[in-house]
């Protein structure tokens, strides 16, 4: 089945209701927050995740915010803010920051769509599995940081490198 079917047939198609097919299509659980809103739970390798998708109409952005829960050693918090750059550095579409309040590692990005531009599902897709992917990618990194008292530099190691096969 094709992301693209023809589920909608107006000619606007509302994001957040793309995201709601994509979340069906996929088995994720979700909640539509509200009409401009919806936050899905998705499992994958290294835990589960907290994925809230958001239409804001004043900059016309389709906003993505992936967390998940952590409390690193007080101890360890300058080493994660510096690998918290590490890890920017290598995303390219969206970034990590650590909100201490909250305790939550957070992954944002935002699709821009200007001048009544529309979605695409594949755009959708790609913006949330890119969130997962990186937030996959540098979880094992995280956790050699803050409770393996891994330098920064040789955690990043971790998650730059190709692997191959499961271990």
């Known amino acids: 089945?094709?992301?693209?079917?023809?589920?909608?047939?107006?000619?606007?198609?509302?994001?957040?209701?793309?995201?709601e097919h994509l979340a069906e299509f996929n088995a994720w659980e979700?909640?539509?927050?509200?009409?401009?809103?919806i936050a899905m739970r998705v499992d994958a390798q290294w835990r589960s995740y907290s994925v809230t998708l958001a239409w804001c109409g004043g900059d016309e952005t389709l906003r993505l915010v992936c967390t998940f829960e952590m409390e690193p050693p007080e101890e360890r918090m300058g080493e994660l803010y510096e690998l918290l750059n590490a890890m920017n550095d290598q995303s390219w579409l969206g970034a990590f920051s650590y909100w201490r309040d909250e305790k939550l590692m957070v992954y944002r990005s935002g699709l821009p769509l200007d001048g009544d531009q529309m979605a695409a599902p594949e755009q959708i897709d790609r913006m949330i599995e890119e969130a997962l992917s990186n937030a996959e990618?540098?979880?094992?990194?995280?956790?050699?940081?803050?409770?393996?008292?891994r330098a920064p530099k040789d955690a990043m190691q971790v998650a730059i490198a190709?692997?191959?096969?499961?271990?």
């Open 137 to 149: 990618r540098f979880y094992p990194a995280i956790q050699l940081v803050c409770w393996a008292n």
């Open 162 to 167: 190709e692997t191959y096969g499961t271990a």
């Open 1 to 19: 089945m094709s992301l693209n079917e023809p589920y909608f047939t107006s000619d606007y198609i509302d994001p957040i209701d793309i995201v």
């Open 30 to 37: 979700f909640d539509r927050v509200a009409a401009d809103q």
